[in-house]
């Protein structure tokens, strides 16, 4: 069987479509897919200048008088012609013969008068005719030749009759408008012109004045599914001889809107017992009585609409017979008004709709619900009794929805009904309740769990706007483990989430959860702890900026740790300055992030770089200046769609080439208003124009100098490094490397042979002050490969003391002089050893002299007392004593480098 919804539609489903074409502009046709758009232009004729392969031509609310064929001579394709809304006074013969593809014409809101045979008889491909709001006289067999036609509209023309032609034609009609016309009377052979139309459906008789109907007069129309006669001023006894014609026919829907029916008579609907009607529309009629027994006529009907009426009882005979019903619409039917009292519901007055699933109660009025007012709705899954006034909604008990114990119901609406407390038990009987609205109520309470006893079926609860008086519990929600949306948005008092353990651990399976506009400001890290299917998250309107902020008393409070699932995150007008690094690491599959109204500006690094599935990143009118790659490098790499006008952006090289030079470059993502709100706030240069008119070209002579910078910068810091280095550990530097090449090349450059003439490596030349440190720090260092001469020890006896220090002299290789402020004093040593050792120096051309310094002794001094500079010889020859005792170690190197070097005379 046919659904009455499937054929409703039909006939205002293609009317209606064709009002896209119109749309209003000025200038120039517009083309585009085929589609030329010429609408509205004030164009007395059709343009020449189209491109030839449109097949859409849409010319409506223009100027013409006449369709003149050799103007559609250049456009052989078209398929779709609308020239509705001029002043054509007639149909050429020639236009299908021009158009022969032509399928669809729409001429309505002309002047057409005369239509016959000839104007239409070439348009044998034509599907659909709209000719309504004309003067049509028809003459002779004007439709005869549209074999092809389905859809048909000749309403607002004046008609004195349904009588289309007199032969059998338009084999192929689904669709027949005759409404608002002038006929009062439906003849026997009105109809007979569709008696070869198997396949027509929908009669729209619609603001029409019918007053009298001849027997048989839907005879012709046998196979009629659809019936629309609403706005039609026609009493009751002509409804009830319309539904006698009806009876021999496939009548499915019969809709009777807005016809003034005061009153329902258990004959209204007796015509139509033998017929399949499901679906029927008695909506908008000022309905005050229906009788009992007024629908028993209509055993199969399965839809029912009896809103925006005035019906004022209902008892158990007001539905009799709809056993098959499946959905009734009582939407605004029952109404209290200020001459009329409260509508009453009997017991048991559902009884007789034992099928039924769908019972709509919006915006209604009745003195009271009891035990046994749904009472029998053995089939019920749907229960809407949303913004409607029950005096027994303000408190919900376990007797409020007693009567639906036996029903199967899965969804239950009570917004704006003004419930105020719920008591426990409330839908406890509801076994199978899948969906409950509670939302826009005053619900004013503590929620302690018990409320919701019994709801363990329960997959979405809403409780949005409850004026923000809900306490919660950590067992609000324990008996609803199957739980998978719950809305709490304006519902909640401002410390109903301070509380351990949460309220939400108990529900698992929960994918989305809305807590926006609570004025939330103090919540724990362990809100969403045991949520690891949480996939939405609404955080919006609420004051957690405080939670995020370093300076924070314990540290950022990182809430979102337990929801690694989430793929939606809204957290606008939070007053967010912050966001620690931390916060959003977890959140590895979120797909949309929405901060937008907030304070953000500087941002850490990398706080973005886990975000790398985001599609959706919001920031709308925040306080960003700097968009950096190292911030959204990550979040922007596949983005769908970005959303960052309304910021006051820096354009500067450093804070804004990138992203400039992103948005050029990007492929997928979108950004909305691109060219208009993003807009630079600094520097004067670029205010108030938009950041995609930024040159990077400005930014290329700051690159040599950039890296100018960075090399010059690393040169000084190079430097400094070292000469730090250097200063504070340059002697450990060398003694390592003097460790490190005497391992490798030898201490000594001196050849072995020279060695062999010598039977001291030194002759040790000192004050008498001195003595004591030689003693203590040179003679330790003797051993079988190192000896010193000192004169106090190795002197030849029996030889004068003058010819001892000569002859020992000549058997040392080196000559090191323990050079203090005593020994340029000492006469002995000045005028005799000194001079004899230069002497004997030159003589055997060596170049064999080491400067030991205990003293810091000016070069100047050294030269006037032993005739020697330091610049005479080489740097590795002379030593200075260290004054730590740690960098001895390093001087002994140096003193066994400079006793290895080769005497020869350096060129």
């Not at 200038?27 to 030839?52: F, T």
């Not at 013969?93 to 002047?111: A, M, W």
Request: proline share 4%; net charge positive.
């Amino acid at each position: 069987m046919r659904s009455p919804c499937a054929c409703l539609p039909i006939w205002i489903l293609i009317l209606c479509c064709q009002h896209c074409l119109a749309s209003p502009k000025n200038g120039s046709c517009s083309v585009q897919d085929g589609r030329a758009d010429c609408s509205h232009l004030g164009l007395s004729k059709i343009p020449s200048d189209l491109p030839g392969n449109i097949t859409t031509l849409d010319m409506s609310h223009n100027r013409l008088v006449g369709i003149d064929p050799a103007a559609l001579k250049p456009y052989p394709h078209i398929l779709h012609l609308n020239l509705s809304h001029n002043s054509v006074t007639k149909v050429n013969e020639g236009l299908c013969e021009i158009l022969p593809l032509l399928r669809t014409l729409r001429l309505e809101r002309n002047e057409i008068h005369l239509l016959n045979k000839e104007h239409l008889s070439r348009c044998t491909s034509l599907t659909l005719l709209n000719m309504a709001s004309n003067r049509l006289k028809l003459k002779g067999e004007p439709f005869s030749g549209l074999q092809s036609l389905k859809f048909l509209d000749v309403s607002m023309n004046n008609l004195q009759s349904a009588k289309l032609g007199s032969e059998p034609q338009l084999p192929s009609l689904v669709s027949l408008s005759l409404a608002s016309n002038d006929f009062t009377e439906l003849k026997r052979e009105d109809f007979s012109f569709l008696n070869q139309s198997s396949f027509l459906q929908v009669l729209n008789l619609s603001s029409t004045s019918l007053k009298k109907l001849e027997s048989g007069c839907f005879k012709p129309v046998s196979g009629l599914h659809t019936l629309i006669l609403d706005q039609s001023n026609i009493g009751t006894l002509v409804i009830s001889k319309v539904c006698s014609e009806l009876s021999h026919t496939a009548i499915d829907v019969l809709s009777l809107q807005k016809m003034k029916l005061i009153t329902l008579t258990n004959t209204t609907f007796k015509g139509l017992e033998e017929t399949n009607l499901t679906f029927l529309d008695l909506s908008t009629n000022n309905l005050t009585k229906i009788e009992e027994g007024s629908f028993k006529w209509l055993p199969r009907l399965k839809t029912l609409v009896l809103s925006e009426n005035n019906i004022k009882h209902v008892t158990q005979g007001t539905f009799q017979g709809l056993k098959e019903l499946k959905k009734l619409q009582l939407t605004k039917a029952l109404v209290k008004t200020r001459s009329s009292s409260v509508p009453i519901i009997d017991d048991f007055s559902f009884q007789a709709l034992g099928a039924l699933e769908t019972l709509l109660l919006q915006r209604t009025s009745v003195r009271q619900i009891t035990e046994n007012t749904f009472s029998g709705l053995r089939s019920l899954t749907e229960l809407d009794m949303s913004w409607s006034s029950y005096a027994s909604l303000k408190k919900i008990n376990r007797e409020t929805f007693s009567s639906l114990s036996n029903s199967p119901l899965m969804r239950l609406n009570l917004v704006g009904t003004a419930i105020s407390h719920l008591y426990p038990g409330s839908f406890s009987v509801l076994k199978n309740l899948t969906f409950l609205f509670l939302d826009h109520n005053f619900i004013n309470q503590t929620l302690t769990g018990q409320e919701f006893e019994g709801l363990s079926q329960l997959e979405e609860l809403h409780m949005i706007s409850n004026f923000q008086t809900i306490q919660l519990t950590s067992q609000s929600f324990v008996g609803m483990t199957g739980l998978k949306v719950l809305t709490l948005g304006k519902s909640l008092r401002a410390m109903a989430l301070n509380v351990s353990p949460s309220p939400f651990k108990p529900l698992a399976n929960l994918a989305f959860l809305d807590l926006s506009n609570n004025n939330i400001a103090n919540i724990k890290d362990n809100l969403l702890e045991g949520l690891s299917n949480l996939k939405v998250l609404n955080l919006q309107h609420n004051n957690l900026a405080q939670l995020w902020k370093s300076s924070n008393v314990g540290g950022p409070v990182l809430f979102l740790k337990n929801t690694p699932r989430l793929t939606t995150l809204h957290l606008d007008y939070n007053g967010l300055d912050e966001i620690p690094v931390e916060a959003l690491k977890d959140l590895t599959n979120l797909k949309e992030l929405s901060l937008s109204n907030n304070l953000l500006n500087s941002l850490k690094d990398s706080v973005f770089d886990n975000l790398k599935s985001l599609k959706v990143f919001s920031l709308v009118k925040n306080s960003i200046t700097t968009v950096r790659p190292e911030v959204f490098k990550a979040p922007l790499s596949n983005l769908s769609l970005l959303l960052m006008d309304r910021n006051p952006f820096d354009c500067t090289c450093e804070s804004i080439l990138w992203f400039v030079t992103w948005l050029k470059s990007r492929n997928k993502t979108s950004v909305p208003d691109l060219e208009h709100q993003y807009v630079c706030n600094t520097p004067p240069t670029y205010f108030n124009r938009t950041i995609i008119k930024f040159d990077p070209l400005s930014c290329k002579d700051m690159a040599p100098f950039q890296a100018l910078f960075i090399l010059s910068s690393t040169a000084v810091l190079m430097l400094m490094v070292t000469a730090l280095l250097v200063r504070f550990h340059g002697w450990r530097i060398q003694f390592y490397w003097n460790i490190l090449i005497g391992y490798t090349l030898g201490l000594s450059d001196a050849k072995v042979e020279e060695g062999r003439e010598f039977e001291y490596d030194a002759y040790v030349i000192h004050a008498a002050a001195d003595a004591g440190w030689v003693e203590r720090r040179i003679e330790p260092l003797e051993n079988e490969r190192c000896r010193f001469c000192l004169e106090d020890r190795d002197s030849i006896p029996g030889m004068s003391q003058l010819e001892s220090i000569v002859n020992n002299m000549r058997k040392c290789r080196k000559i090191l002089f323990v050079v203090t402020e005593s020994l340029l004093l000492d006469p002995w040593c000045r005028q005799f050893k000194a001079h004899h050792a230069l002497n004997q120096v030159i003589e055997a051309s060596r170049d064999s002299i080491i400067l030991v310094f205990l003293q810091d002794v000016h070069d100047y001094k050294l030269s006037r007392s032993l005739f020697l500079r330091r610049g005479m010889l080489r740097p590795c020859c002379i030593l200075d004593w260290p004054v730590y005792k740690e960098r001895v170690p390093a001087f002994h190197q140096k003193l066994f480098i400079a006793l290895g070097m080769t005497n020869k005379l350096q060129e």
